[in-house]
């Protein structure tokens, strides 16, 4: 990549790292090659750099993202201090445990680790388990689901309140992913 080489960058190479310090850089784990090599310039020689990300929760392959970034990132930053955040506040513990089986699985080169629940235990209708035959029988059934649920207050074993229902839906642009609804099926949320 010689567009991205210091004697192509010239001057700019040297203004971005004088100018900035220090660089932190979210969602690591979803970085494409051409990003890391950028990264890596602007970091020079000092290597200054934070990055937060987890590559169990890389979900970006199909547009050029490697997880190999953030898994062999020691090799490239060999000073690198890591800090895990091990414990999940959002979560209850049958959710976590169910996940942390099921991720293990994914990928044999993933960094090892194990999340934990804060101290939300399993309520009825935390999971559930359901087999469709058909993707468009899977997505009605997710729709008619939010429908029904939208405007539920939940509540935690203890009365205490937990939230009302929130449905958020990607619209994905890439026709190699998307999938459209069942004829007639759209749903709408106000």
Request: aromatic residues 8%.
């Amino acid at each position: 990549m010689p567009f991205l080489s210091s004697e192509f960058l010239g001057p700019l190479y040297s203004e971005v790292q004088k100018r900035f310090t220090y660089i932190t850089v979210d969602e690591y784990q979803d970085i494409n090659l051409i990003q890391e090599k950028l990264i890596k310039l602007m970091a020079g020689k000092e290597n200054n750099i934070c990055v937060v990300g987890d590559d169990d929760q890389s979900v970006y392959q199909w547009r050029g993202s490697t997880v190999d970034n953030i898994i062999n990132f020691k090799e490239r930053y060999p000073k690198v201090s890591t800090h895990r955040l091990p414990t999940n506040f959002r979560s209850t513990d049958g959710i976590i445990n169910l996940a942390n089986e099921l991720i293990k699985n994914n990928n044999p080169g993933r960094l090892k680790k194990s999340m934990k629940s804060s101290d939300k235990k399993l309520q009825s209708g935390d999971i559930y388990k359901i087999e469709f035959h058909y993707q468009a029988d899977e997505i009605e059934f997710i729709i008619d689901r939010i429908k029904k649920l939208i405007g539920t207050e939940w509540t935690n074993n203890d009365n205490s309140k937990r939230g009302e229902i929130l449905a958020i839906l990607g619209v994905c642009r890439d026709n190699i992913h998307s999938t459209p609804l069942p004829s007639g099926k759209r749903l709408i949320l106000k």
